[in-house]
């Protein structure tokens, strides 16, 4: 062989090892096969003391006594007591959003950011630079009002290796004293009451209390990769009174890693630490082998296992057909599956014996539990609990029950899309 093609097939065989790297990473699921009880028994009930210290520990995340949480449901509860707390800023706003695009809602938005910039208030603006569809005027916009606005992992041919790790993440602080998070985006189709068609159906928290501090954070870390600087000081983390009683909470930033990520960690041993019920509401629910292993597990140990997704309604078919493809493996080990009719279905919440609850961003896909930065507000509150139940028992109430003996009758051209659909899905 000659150097030259010595040097050609070198190369060759370099870009194929990367190639493949590329490929591993793409389809890498979680390391988390069980989760089990050092000794004896299962991991602790969620109403067992042991439980709070495990999942602080696993998530990397400290609950804190002391919380207000108020749990909002679409967009009419949402964004009047939004645009409120925003225009009632005085000192600093932060804002991480993954979905922008132009509307009424958009508009209304840089009406009340350009406003408070103008009357001092300082803003700091981060949007994800895939899911955001701003057009420059709108960003210039802010801009000139003194909006500091940054994308996210902008996409180039520099950043493949980050290209697929989006800032899925939901965070709104306002003063450093109080917080937003959920599965809501800036868009008018998250307007109206998640009820009838066109208007999608979400649920998002409002908190006061440390969660704030750590909802911050998040953002503090992602505002550092995307700009350099590491923001400290009393106008984003100003100081908080230890409070008693209130609400026992704590925000959970998860953020992708080789090994297992927080949002892994947390979603196994609130799976593995149900006894009686866990109900799961999702708008993209395509979880990996394992996930789905746990989750028949609990079923097959007496625990009420139930799941609401998107129906034909959803937004996108291709994750429909994926997670259709695995009803089967669930429903035959007693998890009862619902999809939503007349919209889409997007929020995100888990519930556990009516006293666990999770409100977040968090999809229980592999793409936001492994390659995303997410956050979820967790709870350990029967109050909390009871309000996440009370709302998944109406969600059915607009939902269809799948039935295991007339979803097996479905036809050979819906087989073939959930088996495309479920391949893509985990490389997509």
Known sequence: MTPASIAFLLVGMIVAFMAFIGLMSAVKGTPVDAVKRFGDGQPAAVDEP??????ELVSRTTLHAGHEVEVF?????????????????RESITLQLYYNEPGRMADELREILVERARAGVGILFLYDAFGSSFPKEYVQALKDAGVIAEPFRPISVLSPHTMQNRAHIRVVCVDGRIGWTGGFGISDKWYGNGRDEGQWRDSNVRFIGRGVHQLQSAFVACWAEATGELLVGDTLFPPLEPREGGIIAGLLHGSPSVGST??????????????KRLWIT???????REFRRMIADAARRGVDTRVLTPGMSTDIKSTLYAGRARYEELMKAGVRIYEYRKTMMHAKTVV??????AVGSMNADNRSLSFNEETV???????IGATLERQFT??????DEILLATFRQRGTIDRVKESVAHAAWRVL
């Open 377 to 383: 507000l967790m709870t350990l509150d029967a109050g």
């Open 262 to 275: 927080e949002a892994e960690r947390f979603f196994a041993l609130t799976i593995a630490s149900a006894r």
């Open 73 to 89: 449901m679409n967009g009419d509860e949402t964004y009047p007591r939004l645009w409120s707390d925003l225009r009632a800023a």
């Open 394 to 399: 109406d969600d059915i109430a607009h939902a």
């Open 282 to 288: 999702n708008s993209y629910f395509v979880p990996d």
């Open 352 to 357: 556990v014996d009516g006293m666990w609850g």
């Open 50 to 55: 042991g439980f709070r210290t495990a999942i």
